[in-house]
């Protein structure tokens, strides 16, 4: 379930929602609340109240009510909701109306504060009837062979040119965001390092046979460098199967408060987790892990279930 939708149902439950940055909802403890398909569901929703107040922190109940609901640890059940919140106040500070499914629709007013209307969002009046037909102005009149014609025929074959030119300017778009999303694909299966290797051919020996590694430099938000994954040869008595190291990629994100906040978060509970950033726009968060080749589906499950609390896998292994 949403962000949005487990505000709404501890509103439900609780009678009140202190949302951080916005206010407090209440319902009165004399109203019943119905269910959704109760045909006076819409009259009960105009019974929700809200009171602006300057709430810093989200209520300690709320976090466990998330948490439970999505099976996240509390770290990231935190991190959803102020995603959320950051969200509904950006679109609250550039005007827009923001509507809150089964509470009602804020927006700011003129003075700053924020106006509530409880309920299902208003939608624009149609009139039943046809406005009156204001009179042409002598200039749009023209005259053919003694048949009168306005510039309304030419009004529509400018709609129709500009709805095709529209309808080209947006296939054109969808091809080039497809290429895009095909290279930002590609690149990010390679390599975040940056690599450097300066060689002398006159100095240093040929080492075209031979695999040199390759210096990695430190990313400027990981605390340590991370050099590549180099096997663990194994016992020729025992005949262990060797241990490799892999990188398990949790998460990757363009926002950077967010990369920051779940990494500050998990740093002290996992050892050799690191966050670094691939670009300018992207961030990612990563463990290195010793394991069989056989066991990576498994490492990736219970990392999986550690960090996301779901069974959709969000977890991948970078090469």
Same mark, same amino acid.
């Given at each position: 379930m949403k962000i949005s939708g487990?505000?709404?149902?501890?509103?439900?439950?609780?009678?009140?929602?202190?949302? !951080?940055? +916005?206010?407090?909802?209440?319902? !009165?403890?004399?109203?019943?609340i119905p269910e959704p398909e109760d045909k006076n569901f819409a009259e009960f929703l105009q019974y929700v109240q809200f009171t602006p107040k300057n709430i810093l922190q989200p209520d300690t109940d709320l976090i466990d009510y998330i948490r439970k609901e999505t099976g996240k640890i509390k770290p990231l059940a935190e991190s959803d909701l102020e995603s959320y919140l950051a969200d509904c106040k950006s679109l609250l500070n550039i005007g827009k109306p923001l509507f809150l499914e089964g509470i009602g629709t804020l927006q700011k007013n003129k003075i700053?504060?924020?106006?509530?209307?409880?309920?299902? *969002?208003?939608?624009?009046?149609?009139?039943?009837?046809? !406005?009156?037909?204001?009179?042409?102005?002598?200039?749009?009149?023209?005259?053919?062979?003694?048949?009168?014609?306005?510039?309304?025929?030419?009004?529509?074959?400018?709609?129709?040119?500009?709805?095709?030119?529209?309808?080209?300017?947006f296939g054109l778009a969808v091809v080039v965001w497809g290429g895009y999303l095909l290279y930002a694909r590609n690149v990010n299966q390679t390599d975040n390092t940056i690599v450097t290797s300066v060689t002398n051919p006159e100095t240093e020996p040929d080492t075209t046979n031979t695999q040199?590694? *390759?210096? +990695?430099?430190?990313?400027?938000l990981?605390?340590?460098?991370?050099? !590549?994954?180099?096997?663990?040869?194994?016992?020729?008595?025992?005949?262990?199967? *060797?241990?490799?190291?892999?990188?398990f990629i949790l998460q990757t994100t363009s926002k950077r408060y967010i990369a920051d906040s779940n990494y500050n978060k998990i740093k002290n509970s996992i050892p050799d987790v690191h966050l670094v950033s691939k670009d300018s726009s992207t961030y990612q968060i990563y463990v290195i892990k010793k394991c069989l080749p056989s066991d990576t589906t498994k490492e990736k499950t219970n990392l999986n279930n550690w960090y996301w609390g779901r069974k959709e896998m969000r977890v991948r292994i970078e090469l």
């Amino acid at each position: 379930m949403k962000i949005s939708g487990l505000l709404t149902s501890f509103l439900y439950q609780n009678r009140k929602l202190n949302i !951080p940055g +916005i206010g407090q909802f209440t319902i !009165p403890e004399t109203v019943a609340i119905p269910e959704p398909e109760d045909k006076n569901f819409a009259e009960f929703l105009q019974y929700v109240q809200f009171t602006p107040k300057n709430i810093l922190q989200p209520d300690t109940d709320l976090i466990d009510y998330i948490r439970k609901e999505t099976g996240k640890i509390k770290p990231l059940a935190e991190s959803d909701l102020e995603s959320y919140l950051a969200d509904c106040k950006s679109l609250l500070n550039i005007g827009k109306p923001l509507f809150l499914e089964g509470i009602g629709t804020l927006q700011k007013n003129k003075i700053g504060g924020l106006d509530f209307l409880a309920g299902q *969002p208003l939608m624009e009046r149609v009139e039943s009837h046809e !406005p009156e037909k204001a009179a042409p102005k002598h200039g749009d009149r023209k005259f053919l062979y003694n048949n009168e014609y306005t510039n309304q025929s030419n009004q529509g074959g400018n709609l129709r040119k500009l709805l095709i030119v529209g309808g080209a300017l947006f296939g054109l778009a969808v091809v080039v965001w497809g290429g895009y999303l095909l290279y930002a694909r590609n690149v990010n299966q390679t390599d975040n390092t940056i690599v450097t290797s300066v060689t002398n051919p006159e100095t240093e020996p040929d080492t075209t046979n031979t695999q040199q590694p *390759p210096v +990695i430099l430190p990313d400027s938000l990981a605390k340590d460098s991370i050099k !590549p994954a180099t096997p663990v040869l194994p016992d020729s008595t025992s005949g262990q199967s *060797p241990l490799v190291s892999y990188k398990f990629i949790l998460q990757t994100t363009s926002k950077r408060y967010i990369a920051d906040s779940n990494y500050n978060k998990i740093k002290n509970s996992i050892p050799d987790v690191h966050l670094v950033s691939k670009d300018s726009s992207t961030y990612q968060i990563y463990v290195i892990k010793k394991c069989l080749p056989s066991d990576t589906t498994k490492e990736k499950t219970n990392l999986n279930n550690w960090y996301w609390g779901r069974k959709e896998m969000r977890v991948r292994i970078e090469l």
